[in-house]
């Protein structure tokens, strides 16, 4: 059973425009999910299905999708998979509690987190809250442009090129990104990064590092097989090279 205990967690910074699409097709969890959200002042548009999902977030722009892995029709990976196309939204995947498989596979679509069912609705509300702080302040780093061989990223436009030609990065991709090349030759671990870029600590599961990882490196590495720029530093973490292309 998914926990029903409605919190409001202190120190909220959502606006009250935000808006979250939930596609759940359990009618239950669904409308906890929005009595919750609705409750510290987010908008919310439903979805049982796959396909209700794709037509309303075509019909109408969100901050936020959280998305349930199992659904009637297209399931949520081929959800994620078209909002990707379109969109750098924040998706959150919700999946069955310790179904690896579902979780990394989601991230690999480029889903930016995760929450396993059953959930509690504090850690619910806070991943929400952390996708939306960080989607309100995205814009508001200084200009620089940090540059490694023939990558460039335009911190303060939020662009990423290579060869002059511009590459296609998830809003976390592109943070992960930003933080590294901003400091080069330096070691980060899995929680350091996790409190980074994602906002707080995740109880230590580096899934979300490392799929995010070799997702940066499949589109920025001159060969991925063979990364040059983001090297792993077995025991440690990674570390970011400028100097080696």
Same mark, same amino acid.
Not at 9 to 25: K, N
Not at 165 to 190: D, Y
Not at 218 to 226: F, L, M, Q, V, Y
């Given at each position: 059973?998914?926990?029903?205990?409605?919190?409001?967690?202190?120190?909220?910074?959502?606006?009250?425009? *935000?808006?979250?699409?939930?596609?759940?097709?359990? *009618?239950?969890?669904?409308?906890?999910?929005?009595?919750?959200?609705?409750?510290?002042?987010?908008?919310?548009?439903?979805?049982?299905?796959?396909?209700?999902?794709?037509?309303?977030?075509?019909?109408?722009?969100?901050?936020?999708?959280?998305?349930?892995?199992?659904?009637p029709?297209?399931?949520?990976?081929?959800?994620?998979?078209? $909002?990707?196309?379109?969109?750098?939204?924040? $998706?959150?995947?919700?999946?069955?509690?310790?179904?690896s498989?579902?979780?990394?596979?989601?991230?690999?679509?480029?889903? *930016?987190?995760?929450?396993?069912?059953?959930?509690?609705?504090?850690?619910?509300?806070?991943?929400?809250?952390?996708?939306?702080?960080?989607?309100?302040?995205?814009?508001s780093?200084?200009?620089?442009?940090?540059?490694a061989?023939?990558?460039?990223?335009?911190?303060?436009?939020?662009?990423?090129?290579?060869?002059?030609?511009?590459?296609?990065?998830?809003?976390?991709?592109?943070?992960?990104?930003?933080h590294?090349?901003?400091?080069?030759?330096?070691?980060?671990?899995?929680?350091?990064?996790?409190?980074?870029?994602?906002?707080?600590?995740?109880?230590?599961?580096?899934?979300?590092? *490392?799929t995010?990882?070799?997702?940066?490196?499949?589109?920025?590495?001159?060969?991925?097989?063979?990364?040059?720029?983001?090297?792993t530093?077995?025991?440690?973490?990674y570390?970011?090279?400028?100097?080696?292309?």
């Amino acid at each position: 059973m998914v926990a029903r205990m409605r919190v409001r967690l202190p120190g909220s910074v959502v606006a009250v425009s *935000d808006r979250a699409m939930v596609v759940e097709d359990d *009618d239950a969890v669904r409308m906890l999910i929005r009595l919750l959200l609705e409750d510290e002042g987010i908008a919310v548009v439903e979805a049982a299905s796959g396909d209700i999902a794709i037509e309303r977030f075509n019909a109408q722009p969100v901050d936020v999708v959280l998305l349930d892995v199992r659904l009637p029709g297209l399931s949520g990976f081929e959800v994620c998979r078209h $909002i990707r196309r379109v969109s750098d939204v924040p $998706i959150i995947m919700v999946t069955a509690q310790q179904d690896s498989h579902d979780i990394v596979a989601g991230l690999e679509l480029g889903a *930016d987190d995760y929450v396993t069912k059953p959930f509690n609705d504090r850690e619910l509300l806070a991943r929400v809250r952390a996708q939306l702080r960080r989607r309100q302040t995205s814009g508001s780093a200084a200009p620089q442009v940090l540059r490694a061989g023939e990558l460039e990223v335009r911190v303060d436009e939020g662009r990423t090129l290579r060869g002059g030609e511009e590459i296609r990065l998830t809003k976390t991709e592109f943070r992960l990104l930003c933080h590294l090349a901003a400091n080069p030759n330096r070691v980060w671990s899995r929680d350091q990064l996790l409190e980074i870029v994602w906002g707080y600590s995740y109880q230590g599961d580096g899934r979300l590092v *490392d799929t995010h990882v070799a997702r940066l490196r499949s589109k920025i590495e001159p060969d991925a097989t063979s990364p040059v720029l983001i090297e792993t530093v077995r025991g440690l973490g990674y570390r970011f090279h400028a100097d080696r292309v």
